[in-house]
């Protein structure tokens, strides 16, 4: 395990040097190390990000930013390669999750082949190749799980409740989607058959309460910087909006690309006529136009949600990421090995339906990238936002690959017997 784990960290390190002189921090990059930057100096979080709004900000959800500026309080402001080489260090650990929980809802053969697997894959590299968010969710949601399972089995089960919760507040802090998480752990917290169990409801209210209570400090900020009930950020009038408007739908290139809803002229000229342009209200009146735009458009949002899928898997080829890729950015040539590398993945875990282990983990825990896709199809997808897929289709993968070989006929004699005495039992 732990050479798989170097080997893992030296793959993606060797990835950053090889990018170090060209590589420089654009879009959502830049102003993660903006802000980051910002809170280092001393002159706070910034300001609004999104036009023409003015005031105080919370776009950008505070986790990946604060976690940036601890590094950069270290090294100095603006200093890249040491927060991506942090980023390195998170996907390891990401790669640790990953064998973790293949080993608690498996076996260590399925762990050991996730883990190589995760190591160099280069899709699970690409994500920590910048200054992005996606390994330090990563981190945060993957541990949410494995307390949760962990929590199962433990004598000492409500720490584990605390320690579930405490990361579910952590990912929702570094992106909003993690609230996704919260029906998986919910029912992974719940046993069977699914009747009222006052030990599991105390359960999964004490993880979502110590979540609650993570969030709220900045929750409170928001209400005192804004003036508004904001709980984490005011990035959703700009995600729903940016998909769901003329310009956007009619795109030639790449119809229903999400885009800034400013390059929209019928919405810029809308929020330049806002007399309250503080961020909170512009994202609430950018919120209700493209829920509008759904109300006037109904057959427009099956057409987008096809659309983003086709793009989430990247099933249409690489060209789809390289044209993202330049915005985050993302090595070309990495993009393309992320790209080709997963659709051998995508054929492994389907084929892990078909088999008996699969069948036998829980459902709940492969609600999670169910509940990803839908999330991110119906509004904005590329091959960034697999990051909350791409861990378990890897271990999917794994139990495929874990299974052809038991069926090829060289499945372990001592894990025959096991079994045999575990069927005869069950007869009994």
């Not at 950069?72 to 640790?96: E, F």
């Not at 996606?134 to 949760?148: D, I, K, N, R, S």
């Not at 909350?388 to 794994?398: C, G, H, N, R, T």
Request: proline share 7%.
């Amino acid at each position: 395990m732990l050479i798989t784990l170097l080997l893992a960290f030296q793959v993606r390190t060797v990835v950053i040097v090889a990018t170090e002189h060209s590589y420089a921090p654009k879009t959502d990059a830049l102003g993660y190390d903006i802000i980051a930057s910002s809170l280092v100096n001393g002159h706070g979080y910034g300001n609004a990000l999104v036009p023409p709004a003015v005031g105080h900000s919370a776009f950008r959800p505070p986790g990946y930013p604060f976690s940036l500026a601890l590094v950069y309080a270290i090294v100095g402001p603006h200093d890249w390669t040491s927060g991506r080489v942090t980023n390195a260090a998170l996907g390891t650990v990401v790669v640790a999750l990953i064998g973790l929980l293949a080993a608690m809802l498996f076996d260590r053969r399925v762990a050991a082949v996730a883990l190589v697997i995760a190591a160099v894959h280069p899709t699970l590299m690409l994500f920590g190749s910048g200054l992005q968010l996606e390994p330090l969710l990563m981190t945060f949601e993957l541990g949410a799980l494995a307390a949760v399972l962990q929590h199962r089995r433990s004598q000492r089960r409500w720490s584990w409740l605390v320690v579930a919760g405490v990361l579910l507040g952590l990912a929702i802090l570094t992106r909003e989607v993690a609230v996704l998480l919260v029906p998986p752990m919910a029912l992974l917290l719940w046993p069977k058959p699914r009747r009222w169990n006052r030990e599991a409801a105390v359960s999964v209210a004490t993880v979502f309460a110590v979540a609650i209570v993570v969030v709220a400090p900045w929750t409170i900020r928001n209400a005192v910087s804004l003036h508004a009930f904001v709980p984490v950020t005011t990035d959703s009038g700009v995600a729903w909006s940016g998909t769901y408007n003329d310009t956007s739908r009619n795109n030639p290139q790449f119809p229903g690309l999400w885009l800034p809803p400013w390059q929209d002229p019928h919405l810029l000229h809308e929020m330049l006529s806002l007399h309250d342009r503080s961020e909170e209200n512009v994202d609430r009146f950018l919120r209700q136009q493209a829920f509008d735009y759904i109300r006037a458009h109904p057959g427009y949002v099956p057409v987008a949600f096809a659309r983003n899928t086709v793009r989430l898997f990247d099933l249409n080829g690489p060209s789809y990421a390289l044209f993202v890729g330049q915005y985050l950015p993302y090595p070309p040539t990495l993009t393309r090995a992320a790209v080709y590398a997963s659709y051998p993945i995508y054929v492994l875990a389907i084929a892990a339906l078909f088999f008996p282990a699969w069948r036998r983990s829980p459902r709940a825990f492969w609600l999670c990238p169910v509940l990803a896709w839908l999330g991110f199809a119906l509004i904005a997808t590329h091959i960034r936002y697999r990051a909350s897929i791409e861990p378990f289709l890897v271990i999917a993968a794994a139990v495929t690959l874990v299974g052809l070989y038991d069926r090829a006929g060289h499945r372990d004699p001592s894990r025959r017997s096991d079994e045999r005495v575990l069927e005869a039992a069950g007869r009994s």
